[in-house]
């Protein structure tokens, strides 16, 4: 096991930069989510501290050992691809053993890494199978077992999940998570799932545009985003968000009045974008008038999307409601969950 440290790693393919400068300390065995949207750099930023890619500038440090100019097969690494990249025509054991038969490892101590990372993750009925004969979950973790038998200090994760259904994806995140507290190895793993992010890390990191907007725990970073970009990114369903002018009683946003803490008063004249998250709206006979726009039944939940002056919002409310499209409704706020941000830069107002 080991800690990762990036110091001002940049990335750039001629005169376009695609990372900018990271800095990026990750612990002896954490697992790290790097998470953003399509284009932000997460991919890109892995593969360099795999050594796919070259860095431009800066550092990468596995174990306190600068890797820059170090072979992939040298940095004591092992990765797991979106693409699980078995080879069809070895079975399951073969795949997984492979890597260790390169490196000229007796029989024996394949045999027996193997059947261990077998045992781990459930895969000792199917050693004898091609990769044809298996579910895509069932590849994923011959994959992943692949990795397992090297014994790494760092293990690292390219969006492994992506191909596989719904259901299946929350099965093996749980598989992963499960697979982590076994090891304590050290984790890094991309997705551009904020869910994955939220369930599987010790630390998100969110990147955009080759940046990092914030690190932290998952809770860190739901109850207390950085900026709006953070706040609309870490969630789901997405924060609602507000634009207005701060008055005394609350925030004026066409023609009505959105209460705000007391904490708000203090920007009063400004313009601010106010942040809430579905679950933090109210049904209620006192709240502000608005139409339903969509009504999403989910069994134990119900998701509504309404029309709030010229603002549509969603609420997520922990019952069954009957509402209708086109209907009216009341929604409250609970003024202590809601997050300010400057409306000039996006970052939060305390």
Request: hydrophobic share 40%; with cysteine.
């Amino acid at each position: 096991m080991a800690e990762v440290t990036l110091t001002n790693t940049r990335k750039s393919y001629g005169n376009v930069d695609i990372i900018h400068g990271i800095d990026l300390d990750i612990e002896d065995g954490q697992f790290v989510v790097l998470v953003g949207p399509s284009g932000c750099g997460k991919s890109t930023l892995l593969r360099m501290v795999a050594g796919l890619e070259t860095i431009s500038s800066g550092e990468v440090a596995i174990g306190g050992r600068v890797v820059n100019d170090i072979d992939p097969k040298d940095r004591d690494i092992a990765m797991v691809f979106q693409n699980y990249a078995l080879y069809p025509h070895m079975t399951v054991a073969t795949n997984m053993g492979f890597s260790l038969e390169h490196r000229g490892t007796s029989k024996s101590e394949i045999s027996e890494r193997v059947n261990w990372a077998a045992g781990i993750l459930g895969l000792t009925p199917l050693l004898d199978r091609y990769p044809r004969q298996l579910s895509g979950g069932q590849r994923q973790r011959v994959a992943m077992g692949r990795a397992i038998v090297r014994s790494p200090q760092v293990f690292l994760f390219d969006e492994p999940l992506s191909n596989l259904d719904a259901k299946l994806r929350v099965v093996m995140r749980g598989e992963i998570k499960a697979l982590h507290d076994k090891l304590r190895t050290t984790m890094i793993y991309v997705t551009h799932d904020q869910v994955e992010a939220m369930t599987m890390a010790d630390k998100i990191v969110v990147l955009n545009a080759g940046r990092i907007e914030q690190s932290g725990t998952p809770l860190e970073l739901y109850d207390r985003p950085a900026n709006r970009f953070v706040a609309g990114f870490i969630g789901s369903p997405a924060m609602n968000f507000i634009s207005g002018k701060v008055h005394a009683d609350g925030l004026a946003v066409s023609g009505i009045t959105i209460p705000l803490p007391e904490k708000a008063k203090k920007y009063i004249g400004d313009d601010v974008t106010v942040g809430i998250r579905p679950e933090h709206l109210t049904v209620e006979e006192g709240g502000l008038a608005a139409q339903v726009l969509l009504v999403e039944p989910m069994g134990h939940e119900t998701q509504i999307t309404v029309q709030l002056a010229d603002n549509p919002i969603t609420g997520l409310f922990r019952e069954r409601l009957a509402l209708q499209a086109g209907s009216g409704v009341k929604i409250g706020f609970k003024t202590e969950a809601l997050h300010m941000f400057s409306a000039k830069d996006g970052h939060r107002l305390e």
